[in-house]
């Protein structure tokens, strides 16, 4: 709820402001934060989705264990997730990006900032929504489908991979005396299985898609070298490092040009400068903090796994969904949009207004009441001097 408040806020505010400012860097600044903001926004309603349904399933979740992740709700947020977190971290290598080639004084005019800028951020969410989608893509079924669930079969009790279905077929066409047959083929499978119930309903089976890998429907980050998703998964893990590097390398390229500019200048910095120096550097060492506490971890440990070594990945995915990710979504507008900030400044706006109007209100008051004995003793009868 937090990480869709505040994100809702990024969004409408930097939208607000991209249509009102007339500076251009400015501009570009925005552009970029509406954009990480649509990324954190999209894996609040994950989280909100995701935390929905463990509510209804509750203690029932082992008995529609496979129908949740056969199901395209978990295929959808899956989805949802992996666009949230790609269109924020390529968004954020853009920014970095951007933020080095200012400081680094290369000559560009605002308007090639500005085209540049909305063609690399509209590039980024495509690219994200490609990466996202390709593993529902029916033709990539054989690549991405990591097995048949049927709802009710004695032949499959639970969810089947390739392997089981090619181990039955086997031995059923042995005992029928056929010709063995090999296939590494979903359609060629599901249409043999279904060719054993002529005088009866087949029985329906259901994908269990990349995304059904794990009860909280993420990317599928932990493969073995034997699993067909292997390169996928590896590919883009090794990206998300790569650009975890960038990040880190172009902010630390600022803030060494920031001090590299105060020495040259040789002059004592005043008090502002510093602050503002500093407050820079905190928010680059937050950034990479961050960066480094979400993805890092992935990275490392999706490797070790793929190398043999014996990770309980189900625990983790787990904990990336209820503390990595929400992580990430949440400290993004705090640090780049200074949520917190702009709050106690809002707070303050109204506490300032809310002062002046209950002054106000007494000195009003206290007039009125002045008049009101006024008239009181200038009343007919009355003393006029009393008046």
Known sequence: ISSLLMNSYTVLQGSYMFSRCRSKTLQINHFFMVLIGIGDWSMGLYLIILASADTYYGNDYCKVRYEWLTSGRCSFIGVLSTFASLLSVFTMVTVSIYRATKVSGYPFSEKAEVCSSIFAGIFCMIIAIVIAVIPLNPEYQDYFSNGLWYRESNVFPTLADMNSHMQFIVKYRKIKNEIRIDTKKWSEIESYIASLFVNDNPPEGKHQTFYGNDPVC???????????????????????????????????????????????????????????????????????????????????????????????????????????????????????????????????????????????????????SSVEKSNDRCKPGKNDTEC
């Open 218 to 368: 993420l990317f599928k980050y932990f493969v073995k070298h034997s699993d067909p998703q292997y390169t996928y998964s590896v590919m883009i893990t090794i990206l998300c490092f790569i650009c975890f590097i960038l990040i880190s390398a172009c902010y630390a390229y600022v803030v060494f040009k920031m001090k590299q500019e105060s020495a040259s200048q040789g002059m004592v910095q005043n008090r502002d400068r510093e602050n503002s120096q500093k407050r820079i550097q905190v928010k680059v060492m937050a950034i990479i903090l961050t960066d480094l506490a979400t993805w890092f971890p992935f990275c490392i440990l999706s490797w070790t796994y793929a190398e043999g070594v014996n990770i309980p990945e189900q625990n983790i995915y787990q904990v990336a969904a209820v503390f990595l990710l929400p992580l990430n979504s949440i400290m993004n507008p705090i640090i780049y949009n200074e949520f917190p900030n702009k709050f106690k400044k809002a707070i303050e706006a109204l506490t300032t207004v809310s002062h002046v109007h209950n002054t106000a209100s007494n000195k009003s008051g206290t007039s009125r």
